[in-house]
């Protein structure tokens, strides 16, 4: 990142706040310098792609120019370097305020070549070196996305050896490389630390969810599902604070997180219930809900879901709500193995709601 003077276009400009954390150290490793946070999906949804995207704005007031990165669902997250952080005065923690543009196509910057493909290039025969110097920084950034992505070692040694014999042929960019990780799961945001990333700091966005709860149980609300109620209209927002606080009181022990853009509730992994704002409503979703037999949930789909849309807070009626999250434990189509299944969706045993778990009662 570098300090630029010139400020992002205000016909296209993104503003929106986010908490700032730091990454997990690795184990035995020092805890990283530079930190991150992720976008709230409704910024992301206004950016021109779903892989890498450039950008310039302001970080708490302070110009910044910075390429986005694709967390693999859709969305996207920012490297934030520890002198960008000094110069804002933001801390781990707390909620930042950004207002940023993409690029022009001209405007794109040089990527930073790593260090092994950098020596490959410069041992490459001349072609190679002629492409690689008459191809765009945005070619040179694709090439760069696609040997770095690779999981393995062997895997980057191989796509170096690779896009040298590419370049020495003419290919001005790799080939069928999936710059969104959305689909080969090659990419993803960093994992927080859970000491940067406190519930206190959410609710600095607007939200109340992070309290204490009937047995003092607390929410467990992603911040991620925070910062995407926040960035909603204040009906809009309303409503979705209500879903998650009932989904998450009635389904104890689910995981949940902004899956392919919208807050999303599992269990072992297998999708049960989310919900997402649609262009007039928000969408409440049951991936197995065509099997509960209700009256006030609409078939959705060619699978197994069914929805209910709701465009006030008060049109949600909590009793059904809660009706529908119980059958929701006990009744499920086993979603987290239809791509081994080759499409076909195969219902679970039905399990009975656990004993001393009873339905929670919320508000």
């Known amino acids: 990142m570098k300090r630029r003077a010139a400020k992002a276009s205000p016909r296209r400009t993104i503003r929106f706040e986010a908490v700032l954390v730091r990454p997990r150290a690795s184990r035995g490793d020092k805890a990283p310098t530079w930190s991150f946070l992720r976008l709230p999906q409704t910024a992301s949804n206004r950016l021109p792609s779903r892989g890498m995207v450039s950008i310039r704005g302001d970080f708490n007031g302070v110009t910044f120019q910075a390429t ?16 960008l952080r000094t110069k804002a005065g933001a801390k781990i923690g707390q909620v930042v305020a950004v207002e940023m543009a993409p690029l022009e196509s001209g405007e794109e910057p040089e990527p930073e070549v790593p260090p092994d493909f950098q020596k490959a290039l ?67 945001c960093p994992v927080a630390d859970d000491r940067s990333s406190s519930k206190r700091s959410a609710g600095q966005i607007g939200h109340s969810l992070a309290r204490p709860t009937p047995g003092n149980r607390r929410m467990t609300i992603h911040d991620d599902i925070l910062a995407y109620n926040a960035a909603q209209a204040p009906e809009d927002r309303r409503l979705c604070d209500a879903l998650s606080r009932t989904i998450d009181d009635n389904l104890p022990g689910a995981e949940n997180k902004i899956w392919h853009g919208h807050p999303v509730w599992f269990l072992d992994g297998n999708p049960i219930a989310g919900y997402s704002k649609l262009k007039n409503n928000v969408r409440l979703l049951f991936w197995s809900g065509q099997s509960f037999d209700e009256p006030g949930l609409t078939p959705e789909g060619s699978f ?27 009744i499920q189509w086993d979603y987290k193995n239809i791509v081994k299944r080759k499409g076909r ?17 919320s508000g």
């Not at 041992?123 to 999981?151: N, V």
């Not at 709601?353 to 009662?361: A, C, I």
Request: proline share 6%; net charge positive; charged share 35%.
């Open 304 to 330: 197994k879901a069914a929805e209910a849309r709701y465009t006030a807070e008060d049109q949600v009626v909590i009793k059904d709500l809660k009706r529908w999250l119980a059958k929701s434990r006990e």
């Open 68 to 83: 986005l990165s694709p967390d693999g669902q859709g969305g996207h997250w920012l490297e934030v370097n520890q002198d």
């Open 122 to 188: 410069e041992a490459s025969p001349p072609r190679a070196r002629q492409a690689w110097s008459d191809i765009t920084p945005l070619a040179r950034r694709d090439w760069i996305q696609w040997i770095t992505s690779g999981k393995r070692a062997q895997t980057r040694v191989s796509r170096i050896e690779k896009a040298r014999d590419m370049l020495a042929s003419g290919k001005r960019r790799p080939c069928c490389f999936d710059r969104s990780g959305m689909y080969d799961k090659s990419l993803g």
């Open 345 to 361: 969706l195969e219902r679970l045993k039905e399990a009975p709601v656990r004993s001393g778990e009873p339905v929670r009662q």
